[in-house]
């Protein structure tokens, strides 16, 4: 609620106006906003973020629903029919080469249009609504979101129950129980099995809820199915629909596919207008293609669309973005000219990007500017743009020279921005500097909330005054200050980087008393102190708490554990928990399997690595190269060669190539037991799945390593056919090795041939070469070697430098 409050104090009144022009053009202003978020205080929204990511790609097929029993079965038949361009992004050279073009293609629409804004204008309202705090606290709304939290305990009752509910509930009901979820995949898995039920169908409001949710996530498929979903139910899709979709395309990182959405919106006949022009500019600006962003504004001029303040500050941003001030204050001083003159925003975006590089004096030119060409004069949201952006950035000094000049000139600073810069002091270590400043809170009536508090409990915690925090922490009860789950996860995560993570953890078994709830975050910092320690037991049964309160450990996390278990050689606790995770629903991966695989070949039980390979297959997780390499090298190590080979040659089967350490794994093998033709035959069937340039150098160095040079002769024609350095560098180890074993003769018909093929042997090494065949009875051998260098240029003086 804290961020929430800082997001509507700082742009609620600046920007509400500007960009409400229409309800995508907020879309676009969102990432834009120079809203200052002070990250310590905000760890808990911004880990949500953290958290969504790591599983956005599990969402990206239809019909993955809850885990459980029973879940959302997203059965949604008609989305299997769906175009496959979109779903799948070329990779390399070739996507690169016809992105372009493509882009091209894709900005060509807006010139076979000529609009109709009658039609636009109707639209419009269908896409634009809010929803009141009363309906989040409806009842039937409340009993909905406590049912979807249950649902990795889910029965057929309880999706009775649900199914009732759905058919109680008015439309702006569900958009709110849609947005009162806190992972979007879930509201989205709920959205899907609400469309599926018998006697009930979204309204047109809910579609549009559910876009805009989506355009916030990176889950780009689900928004593209939720649009043909409205096309295929007969739900007339407004520029706002599509452009819902393209911001999404555009959070992904996918421009190509973000664009393709304007050539959908050709094809199903639905004219632009200025909001869904404004988020294509906001598309390509935030791919870095700004020409093609301004080559775009003209077309829309082309065709009558004039651009307003939204589409310029898209350009601005854009500009600043690539470093280029002085262009966006050149736009900015065009705009009064092209009949739109700049706004506070348009000020505001350049500022950040000054207050970024801490270009203070540089800052207040541009306020003076404000004043001087738009007649806009400085307010306390200026203000607070310019603290919040300094003090995100570091520049905390800087930030607090703003907020002294604010106050000289009669602006209120409250304890939002200046819990802005106490939070800048806390991460530069300077509790000093942060705790003086509370001090000067209290003076001016402007009482810390829990966000100041929490800044410096965490200010406190960095530097190690882990008593001091506590402290802290007592003095926010006495002052009527309640602490949340953010202040007493800062508190955890002190104790766990100091040693004392069984404190913590105490502290969470005792979380209900002082009515706070810990969260994913919690838990996570709490565990990896304890798996720090080397209590791994405990941080195992943290894990299982954790998944119990529906907390789902992400891969990253559910591998740090399982490689300390390994490490510690407890690796069947690791199997054990590997299991628990995948059973619970968790996002287990092949990396995962694949540590556990490690771990048994670490500990030699191979027969155990082989069976979690097993388990991977029944799992629906299919091992990669490396998986197939882990194992190959660990029988390989045990002499079992035949069944290494066979699983190599498994992988290439299943279209894996083989890796750099898959070939040195097999080399290294092969030649340890002498078993220079099996491994021949095993390199030549890897060879045509996947070509390694080096192979051969590296068999015949293994060989020399192994002592079979006869074998390593034998190779020795497929290398010098590229007569390389690393080939020069392969005779030399071949002729070291015959000199080790005293085979002189062997070691000049080498040389013989790297001068046959103009590679120019070492002349040191020759030297010894031709000292021995002269103590072997050779002389004339050694006289036609030296005689070669004199061939090539080099004169005897030379030779014995």
Same mark, same amino acid.
């Given at each position: 609620?804290?961020?929430?409050?800082?997001?509507?104090?700082?742009?609620?009144?600046?920007?509400?106006?500007?960009?409400?022009?229409?309800?995508?053009?907020?879309?676009?202003?969102?990432?834009?906003?120079?809203s200052g978020s002070y990250s310590t205080t905000s760890c808990e929204a911004q880990n949500k973020g953290k958290f969504n990511e790591n599983f956005n790609e599990g969402f990206g097929k239809v019909g993955y629903g809850f885990s459980g029993e029973l879940g959302f079965a997203a059965s949604v038949n008609d989305n299997v029919e769906e175009e496959e361009e979109d779903e799948d992004d070329e990779v390399g050279g070739e996507a690169e080469e016809k992105e372009s073009?493509?882009?091209?293609?894709?900005?060509?629409?807006?010139?076979?249009?000529?609009?109709?804004?009658?039609?636009?204008?109707?639209?419009?309202?269908?896409?634009?609504?809010?929803?009141?705090?009363?309906?989040?606290?409806?009842?039937?709304?409340?009993?909905?979101?406590?049912?979807?939290?249950?649902?990795?305990?889910?029965?057929?009752?309880?999706?009775?129950?649900?199914?009732?509910?759905?058919?109680? @509930?008015?439309?702006?009901?569900?958009?709110?129980?849609?947005?009162?979820?806190?992972?979007?995949?879930?509201?989205?898995?709920?959205?899907?099995?609400?469309?599926?039920?018998?006697?009930?169908?979204?309204?047109?409001?809910?579609?549009?809820?559910?876009?805009?949710? @989506?355009?916030?996530?990176?889950?780009?498929?689900?928004?593209?199915?939720?649009?043909?979903?409205?096309?295929?139910?007969?739900?007339?899709?407004?520029?706002?629909?599509?452009?819902?979709?393209?911001?999404?395309?555009?959070?992904?990182?996918? @421009?190509?596919?973000?664009?393709?959405?304007?050539?959908?919106?050709?094809?199903?006949?639905?004219?632009?207008?200025?909001?869904?022009?404004?988020?294509?500019?906001?598309?390509?600006?935030?791919?870095?293609?700004?020409?093609?962003?301004?080559?775009?504004?003209?077309?829309?001029?082309?065709?009558?669309?004039?651009?307003?303040?939204?589409?310029?500050?898209?350009?601005?941003?854009?500009?600043?973005?690539?470093?280029?001030?002085?262009?966006?204050?050149?736009?900015?001083?065009?705009?009064?000219?092209?009949?739109?003159?700049?706004?506070?925003?348009?000020?505001?975006?350049?500022?950040?990007?000054?207050?970024?590089?801490?270009?203070?004096?540089?800052?207040?030119?541009?306020?003076?500017?404000?004043?001087?060409?738009?007649?806009?004069?400085?307010?306390?949201?200026?203000?607070?743009?310019?603290?919040?952006?300094?003090?995100?950035?570091?520049?905390?000094?800087?930030?607090?020279?703003?907020?002294?000049?604010?106050?000289?000139?009669?602006?209120?600073?409250?304890?939002?921005?200046?819990?802005?810069?106490?939070d800048s002091f806390c991460k530069k270590r300077r509790i000093d500097k942060a705790k003086s400043l509370v001090i000067d809170m209290y003076s001016k009536g402007c009482n810390p909330d829990v966000v100041t508090y929490t800044a410096i409990i965490d200010g406190f915690c960095r530097i190690g005054k882990i008593d001091e925090?506590?402290?802290?922490?007592?003095?926010?009860?006495?002052?009527?200050?309640?602490?949340?789950?953010?202040?007493?996860?800062?508190?955890?995560?002190?104790?766990?980087?100091?040693?004392?993570?069984?404190?913590?953890?105490?502290?969470?078994?005792?979380?209900?008393?002082?009515?706070?709830?810990?969260?994913?975050?919690?838990?996570?910092?709490?565990?990896?102190?304890?798996?720090?320690?080397?209590?791994?037991?405990?941080?195992?049964?943290?894990?299982?708490?954790?998944?119990?309160?529906?907390?789902?450990?992400?891969?990253?996390?559910?591998?740090?554990?399982?490689?300390?278990?390994?490490?510690?050689?407890?690796?069947?606790?690791?199997?054990?928990?590997?299991?628990?995770?995948?059973?619970?629903?968790?996002?287990?991966?092949?990396?995962?399997?694949?540590?556990?695989?490690?771990?048994?070949?670490?500990?030699?039980?191979?027969?155990?690595?082989?069976?979690?390979?097993?388990?991977?297959?029944?799992?629906?997780?299919?091992?990669?190269?490396?998986?197939?390499?882990?194992?190959?090298?660990?029988?390989?190590?045990?002499?079992?060669?035949?069944?290494?080979?066979?699983?190599?040659?498994?992988?290439?089967?299943?279209?894996?190539?083989?890796?750099?350490?898959?070939?040195?794994?097999?080399?290294?093998?092969?030649?340890?037991?002498?078993?220079?033709?099996?491994?021949?035959?095993?390199?030549?069937?890897?060879?045509?799945?996947?070509?390694?340039?080096?192979?051969?150098?590296?068999?015949?160095?293994?060989?020399?390593?192994?002592?079979?040079?006869?074998?390593?002769?034998?190779?020795?024609?497929?290398?010098?056919?590229?007569?390389?350095?690393?080939?020069?560098?392969?005779?030399?180890?071949?002729?070291?090795?015959?000199?080790?074993?005293?085979?002189?003769?062997?070691?000049?018909?080498?040389?013989?041939?790297?001068?046959?093929?103009?590679?120019?042997?070492?002349?040191?090494?020759?030297?010894?070469?031709?000292?021995?065949?002269?103590?072997?009875?050779?002389?004339?051998?050694?006289?036609?070697?030296?005689?070669?260098?004199?061939?090539?240029?080099?004169?005897?003086?030379?030779?014995?430098?």
């Open positions: 609620m804290t961020i929430l409050r800082l997001n509507h104090y700082l742009l609620g009144k600046a920007l509400a106006s500007h960009f409400c022009v229409n309800n995508l053009s907020c879309i676009a202003l969102n990432l834009y906003s120079v073009s493509d882009i091209d293609e894709s900005l060509e629409f807006i010139s076979s249009f000529h609009g109709n804004d009658n039609k636009n204008k109707q639209r419009e309202n269908i896409a634009r609504f809010e929803i009141d705090e009363s309906e989040f606290r409806h009842p039937l709304v409340r009993e909905v979101c406590r049912l979807i939290t249950l649902r990795s305990t889910w029965n057929p009752k309880f999706e009775g129950n649900l199914r009732h509910l759905l058919r109680s @509930l008015k439309p702006r009901l569900v958009c709110a129980v849609l947005r009162s979820q806190d992972d979007e995949r879930v509201a989205l898995n709920f959205f899907y099995w609400a469309d599926q039920q018998w006697r009930y169908r979204h309204d047109t409001i809910v579609y549009y809820t559910m876009l805009d949710i @989506l355009s916030k996530t990176k889950l780009c498929q689900g928004a593209r199915r939720v649009l043909r979903l409205m096309r295929r139910r007969g739900i007339e899709c407004s520029p706002e629909a599509f452009g819902y979709v393209m911001v999404s395309y555009s959070r992904a990182g996918k @421009l190509r596919n973000a664009l393709r959405v304007l050539t959908l919106m050709q094809k199903a006949g639905v004219e632009p207008d200025l909001s869904i022009c404004n988020t294509a500019i906001y598309v390509l600006v935030k791919g870095t293609k700004l020409e093609k962003a301004l080559r775009f504004l003209e077309r829309m001029q082309v065709v009558g669309i004039e651009p307003d303040a939204v589409t310029y500050n898209c350009l601005i941003k854009g500009y600043c973005d690539l470093h280029r001030i002085d262009d966006a204050l050149e736009l900015i001083a065009e705009m009064p000219a092209k009949g739109c003159p700049p706004d506070k925003v348009s000020y505001y975006t350049v500022m950040a990007h000054l207050c970024k590089d801490r270009k203070v004096e540089e800052v207040k030119r541009l306020l003076e500017s404000m004043v001087q060409n738009s007649n806009l004069i400085p307010d306390q949201v200026t203000y607070n743009t310019i603290i919040h952006t300094l003090s995100k950035h570091g520049h905390a000094d800087d930030a607090l020279a703003f907020l002294r000049e604010a106050e000289d000139k009669g602006f209120h600073i409250d304890k939002v921005g200046y819990s802005a810069v106490v925090a506590k402290k802290m922490l007592q003095q926010m009860y006495k002052h009527g200050c309640k602490p949340n789950t953010v202040t007493y996860t800062a508190l955890l995560n002190g104790l766990c980087h100091n040693g004392k993570s069984l404190e913590a953890r105490d502290l969470i078994n005792v979380s209900e008393e002082h009515w706070w709830t810990p969260n994913a975050i919690t838990y996570s910092a709490v565990m990896h102190g304890l798996r720090r320690e080397g209590k791994l037991s405990e941080a195992c049964d943290l894990i299982r708490e954790m998944i119990e309160k529906g907390f789902l450990p992400n891969p990253v996390e559910i591998n740090l554990l399982i490689q300390s278990l390994c490490q510690n050689q407890n690796v069947v606790e690791a199997k054990k928990y590997l299991e628990e995770c995948l059973h619970k629903g968790c996002a287990v991966n092949v990396v995962n399997f694949t540590t556990v695989i490690y771990g048994f070949c670490q500990i030699g039980d191979l027969d155990a690595a082989l069976s979690v390979l097993d388990d991977m297959y029944l799992s629906n997780k299919h091992p990669d190269a490396i998986t197939y390499t882990t194992l190959f090298d660990a029988l390989g190590k045990k002499g079992r060669l035949d069944e290494a080979a066979e699983l190599i040659v498994k992988m290439l089967g299943k279209g894996l190539d083989p890796t750099p350490v898959t070939y040195r794994s097999v080399i290294h093998r092969f030649c340890q037991w002498g078993r220079v033709d099996d491994m021949m035959k095993l390199l030549e069937k890897m060879l045509a799945r996947k070509p390694f340039k080096t192979v051969y150098n590296q068999v015949i160095e293994k060989l020399c390593d192994f002592g079979n040079l006869e074998e390593a002769e034998e190779l020795l024609g497929k290398v010098l056919r590229t007569a390389s350095k690393l080939d020069a560098k392969t005779c030399h180890v071949l002729m070291e090795s015959y000199l080790t074993k005293g085979m002189a003769i062997s070691a000049y018909k080498v040389a013989c041939q790297m001068f046959r093929r103009n590679l120019i042997p070492d002349l040191k090494l020759c030297e010894k070469v031709s000292k021995k065949l002269v103590l072997d009875g050779m002389s004339a051998e050694a006289d036609i070697l030296m005689l070669r260098f004199v061939e090539r240029g080099l004169q005897q003086n030379e030779m014995h430098l």
